[in-house]
């Protein structure tokens, strides 16, 4: 699957190592919200999880080509 950047010791793998330590952290909320059980809060901080790893995967495109 081509990412659109070089994985590596570089800047743009950085960069999506950063938003994939910030959407563990969401998952990780979400999963103590499924413990509480409520549905809404593991929906919300799931959805904001997925949405860092695609925002991280898009700024490690553009500091690609930078």
Do not use: K, W, Y
């Amino acid at each position: 699957m081509q990412l659109g950047f070089e994985a590596g010791a570089n800047v743009p793998t950085a960069v999506v190592a950063v938003h994939l330590l910030g959407a563990v952290v969401f998952f990780g909320v979400a999963a103590v919200s499924a413990t509480d059980g409520s549905i809404a809060g593991v929906a919300v901080n799931a959805l904001i999880g997925v949405l860092l790893l695609v925002l991280g995967v898009a700024a490690a495109r553009i500091t690609a080509r930078r």
